[in-house]
């Protein structure tokens, strides 16, 4: 199984749980969204096209990583980034589904070789290209600058779903702790979906 991993609030949860993942062009929005990552950046991926079907741009697909702690997620730990905003690592949880659950759903997804927003990456949309990915990198935690800019633009290489996830696709949530697995089955409980929820120490730093 082809695992992928989507970072959140544990604050979005009550929402994603009644309508799924949505991509940051659909109709279907939060008002109260918090977001954990770089806005400039969440604004450039609304003028990156995607050049492969479906199409669009990325701001039309719900991104993905391929593993856990993420570079983006150490930036998050440090807090010393002013654009970035500072979140609490046991806040942020994990969303986990499968390339193959996408597939059994027949969920529209395209996956890049690298962090999608760069200009030379490569996008597919076949299950058989994913030996094009270098998983050495991807599932590394040697990606600092010190191993040199292109491994940590591998490590991100990103699964893009097409503007709506439905929660048949999740297979779970990971939380950092004790603590947030009570508040997020709280969550749970509280809405119409049953999820597994796990504690997973290893995802965060």
């Not at 942020?92 to 997804?109: A, G, M, P, Q, R």
């Not at 996008?123 to 940590?152: C, H, T």
């Not at 999740?170 to 697995?181: P, R, Y």
Request: contains cysteine.
């Amino acid at each position: 199984m082809t695992q992928i991993f989507r970072m959140t609030h544990i604050d979005n949860l009550p929402f994603i749980l009644n309508n799924g993942l949505c991509s940051l062009n659909s109709k279907i929005q939060d008002c109260n969204f918090i977001l954990i990552g770089y806005q400039t950046l969440i604004n450039d991926r609304k003028k990156t096209e995607v050049p492969i079907n479906p199409g669009g741009t990325l701001s039309d697909y719900i991104p993905f990583y391929f593993w856990y702690k993420s570079p983006m997620l150490y930036v998050i730990y440090k807090g010393n980034d002013n654009e970035v905003y500072k979140t609490p690592q046991e806040k942020i949880v994990y969303i986990v589904s499968s390339i193959e659950k996408l597939l059994d759903l027949n969920t529209k997804f395209v996956f890049t070789d690298r962090h999608a927003h760069l200009k030379y990456a490569n996008f597919y949309n076949s299950k058989e290209n994913l030996n094009k990915l270098n998983w050495n990198y991807i599932k590394s935690n040697d990606w600092s600058r010190i191993y040199g800019p292109e491994i940590r633009e591998l490590k991100q290489a990103e699964c893009l779903v097409y503007r709506q996830m439905p929660i048949e696709a999740f297979l779970g949530i990971a939380v950092m702790n004790e603590k947030m697995k009570i508040a997020a089955e709280k969550i749970i409980n509280d809405s119409t979906v049953r999820l597994i929820v796990k504690i997973k120490p290893e995802f965060y730093f």
